[in-house]
Nanobody, 132 residues
Framework: EVQLEESGGGSVQAGGSLRLSCTHS?????????MGWYRQARGNTCEVLAT???????YLADSVKGRFTISRDNAKNTVDLQMNSLEPEDTAVYYC?????????????????????????WGKGTLVTISS
């Protein structure tokens, strides 16, 4: 059974930093796969933030470029999202996701809402709240 579990969410003031971690099990990230981080704020659509393959990062959204970084630790089975210079607009539920590679990069997947079934696996999400 594949499981993804996010951790590291919480509340910080604007300008602060958080590091989110996605621990995966039952999923061999080294074989034809891609993982990513999404977020969904209340009333907003699901936004893909960053994606990564076994070869390294493949996408970073313009909204977080220069502030967020995606990385992986194969020994720990984790994919992390380092978030710096956080803004109140970053407040959202953040989700980890994974797909078996089918030729289409994860950033191009149609995702009308987070936890959409068109993406193979999702974590349950972790809340990030940024206060001004």
């Amino acid at each position: 059974e594949v499981q993804l579990e996010e951790s590291g969410g919480g509340s910080v003031q604007a300008g602060g930093s958080l590091r989110l971690s996605c621990t995966h099990s039952g999923f061999n990230f080294e074989e034809n796969s891609e993982m990513g981080w999404y977020r969904q704020a209340r009333g907003n659509t699901c936004e893909v933030l960053a994606t990564i393959t076994p070869d390294g990062p493949t996408y970073l959204a313009d909204s977080v470029k220069g502030r967020f970084t995606i990385s992986r630790d194969n020994a720990k089975n984790t994919v992390d999202l380092q978030m710096n210079s956080l803004e109140p607009e970053d407040t959202a539920v953040y989700y980890c996701a994974a797909v078996r590679t089918r030729g289409t990069p994860l950033k191009f997947y149609y995702v009308p809402r987070c936890l959409y079934s068109g993406v193979d696996y999702w974590g349950k999400g972790t809340l990030v709240t940024i206060s001004s």
